[in-house]
């Protein structure tokens, strides 16, 4: 069952999905070299608490932490540990949270300073095919147009590898609603987009190819071929006048350009 959204309540979902920005904006200026992972999940755990909000990923079937952080071959779940940023480091964060009974879900993928012009552009592709997604996310089109565009941009464009076993999702009072939001497909297929819906616009997207396996952990997505990947995602509403952006990159982006030790990798995106 989809659930459509009232006006109201898309704006209580953006400021669910707001408060998740300003939590991976929080992270974006205290990533740093020799800082461990776990460290970062409890500030940010306090900061979204600190807001109002309950971090929504912990606890939930049972994941441990606030924070999803997926390094390097990892491509979603990773579960924040006492591992220390490395400068030769990519990472995935991934941030839930819930607000006045709305969720919110977002990630960005940052990179610390040495690493390399390949990872690099696998990151902008990535962040370029969220928001060729975004834009098929209109009024009368369906799923499978946002599905199609993303596959088209970067697997049949640019020879990355797109995931098929995770996808996006519905969002609003729970965490993953219908419809899923797969980052393959076919254009003309799959549920009508209406004015009200919400989701989750997440590629995951591989330099090499496209699968994958489960660490032995139960959570954490790795790359079968030990290749990185990247993950950015937004929670967004269809609207009349089209897609409405609820979670804010910009923000986010501004810390890193402030941070010396993470890569600005946000011009072209
Ligand atoms: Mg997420
Ligand atoms: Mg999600």
Not at 29 to 43: F, M, P, S, W
Not at 202 to 208: A, D, F, R, V
Request: with cysteine.
């Amino acid at each position: 069952m989809i659930y459509y959204k009232t006006a109201e309540e898309i704006e209580l979902i953006r400021e669910s999905s707001l408060l998740v920005s300003k939590t991976l904006a929080f992270i974006a200026a205290n990533l740093k070299v020799g800082i461990a992972a776990n460290r970062i999940d409890i500030e940010a755990e306090t900061f979204i608490r600190d807001n109002g909000g309950v971090p929504a990923f912990k606890g939930y079937r049972g994941f441990p932490a606030t924070l999803c952080m997926s390094f390097n071959d990892a491509v979603v779940h990773g579960i924040p540990s006492d591992k220390e940023f490395l400068e030769t480091d990519i990472i995935s964060v991934d941030c839930g949270v819930v607000l006045n009974g709305f969720y919110g879900d977002s990630a960005y993928t940052f990179a610390f300073n040495n690493t390399s012009e390949e990872v690099h552009n696998l990151l902008r592709i990535t962040r370029s095919s969220l928001n060729i997604g975004i834009e098929e996310a209109v009024v009368g089109n369906r799923i499978g147009d946002i599905s199609f565009a993303i596959q088209n941009y970067c697997e049949r464009k640019h020879g990355y590898g797109v995931v098929r076993e995770l996808v996006g999702h519905g969002v609003g009072r729970s965490l993953h609603e219908e419809p899923e939001v797969p980052n393959f497909g076919q254009k003309g297929r799959g549920p009508l987009l209406k004015e009200g819906l919400v989701i989750a616009i997440e590629p995951m997207i591989n330099l090499g190819s496209r699968n994958v396996k489960q660490m032995d952990d139960g959570w954490t997505i790795l790359t079968r071929d030990g290749k990185p990947s990247a993950h950015y995602e937004h929670t967004i509403a269809v609207r009349k006048n089209g897609p409405d952006i609820l979670s804010d990159h910009s923000i986010i982006d501004i810390e890193v350009k402030n941070n010396p030790e993470i890569m600005d990798l946000s011009i072209n995106c």
